[in-house]
């Protein structure tokens, strides 16, 4: 048994391989999103956050010492020794050759989004992780954390269930203001914004960042996308004096900033998708909504993770919504904790980020072109 392999045998492997001694995780890369993670796990009962590691010493420190976490070890190596399973959330540059070591270790992973940052590389993680599966029982994710939100996880089965009749519209978008300076968030020049605006940091701009999260809720409801028209735009960016800026220093702000996407569906929909980081007076704003021919709903994170507006039934006539307010449904981090109990894969796994990838590949391919229709390449 995998638990009994990583812990060689008597009383605790016994317990392990009832799912009831304590998951060792640990963290790669310990800055802003790692915080959440490691508030997450800390919440669960059956979890030792136990270890972890960032290219960056004294940040790994002040975090072990603000999260409790007795080991910070001095390589990724040292971190799956003494760990059942690993959250990788690092740049997004890092997290295929890291995720790829930590599956090949026969750990359990849990990925930050995107899987990578090419199809190429994704396809490679996704077919380590199936491996790995079917060889130690490895449970693998990927964060794509907006499928928290109860009202998404009710508006999937609804569609999947086939209350909206065909589905025929779909529009969506994702939008954030840091890049106007009016926001909370922080200054672009602070290190963990600043490489997010550079593609030779790994970064694959607000199309990887903001579209990852919105087109997998897309798709989620409404289907498999066929193929897509995308134009992805980068402004200059504004310093505190005013000045427009394509470089800071040797740092060329290349990564793409806004997206505008047109999707055409497997299931002959069609849809409208947009992403910026220049959408003055929004914070952090998603908004989905799935037209079919017998109905319709709407997800508004603004109005709260569990709001699901529906347009059905005798409303549909009247062009009226009411709202529904949907139970909450446990988090990814409760869900790849409880798949490592029950040794049971919940989704979005790891193929899921390559599917996705192949979706911000044809995106990317299709800017290139002007916009060119591009149809979406194999994710396996
Ligand atoms: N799922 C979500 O909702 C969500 C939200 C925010 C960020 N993220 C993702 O989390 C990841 C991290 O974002 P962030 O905002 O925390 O960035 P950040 O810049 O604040 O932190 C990244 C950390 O990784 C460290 N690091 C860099 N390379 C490393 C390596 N090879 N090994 C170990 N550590 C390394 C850096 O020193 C830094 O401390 C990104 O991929 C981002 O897309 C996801």
Known sequence: MYHQRQTGSGKQATLESRGMANIKVGIIGTGSMANTHARRYREM?????????????????????????????????????????????????????????????????????????????????????????????????????????????????IAARGELGEI??????????WLTGTTSWGYWQDPNWLWRLQTAQGSTGVLGDLGCHLLDLVTAVAGDVATVESRLTTFPKIDRKGRQRTALGTARLDANDTAAIQLKFANGAVGVCHA?????????????????????????????????????????AMGRWSTRTIRTTPSIYQRFIRSIKTRRQDHPDVPRGAQIQALLDACQRSSQKNGKTTRVGRWM
């Open 276 to 316: 910026t980081r220049w959408a003055t007076g929004h914070m952090n704003s998603i908004f989905l909504a799935v037209h079919g021919t017998e109905g319709a709903l709407r997800i508004d994170l603004d109005q709260g993770k569990d709001k699901l507006q529906l347009c059905r039934g005798r409303n549909k």
């Open 168 to 177: 025929r519209h779909v529009h969506g978008h994702y939008l954030q203001s």
């Open 45 to 157: 009962r059956g979890v030792d956050l136990r270890s972890c590691y960032d290219t960056d010493t004294k940040r790994a420190s002040a975090f072990a010492l603000q999260h409790k976490i007795e080991h910070v070890a001095a390589s990724l190596e040292e971190v799956i020794e003494v760990c059942d399973a690993t959250s990788v959330v690092t740049p997004d540059a890092f997290h295929a050759p890291l995720s790829l070591r930590i599956l090949e270790a026969g750990k359990h992973l849990l990925c930050e989004k995107p899987l990578a940052t090419t199809l190429k590389d994704a396809r490679r993680v996704a077919r380590r992780a199936i491996q790995a599966a079917q060889q130690h029982g490895t449970i693998h994710m990927i964060n794509l954390s907006y499928r928290d939100s109860s009202a998404v996880q009710e508006a999937m089965k």
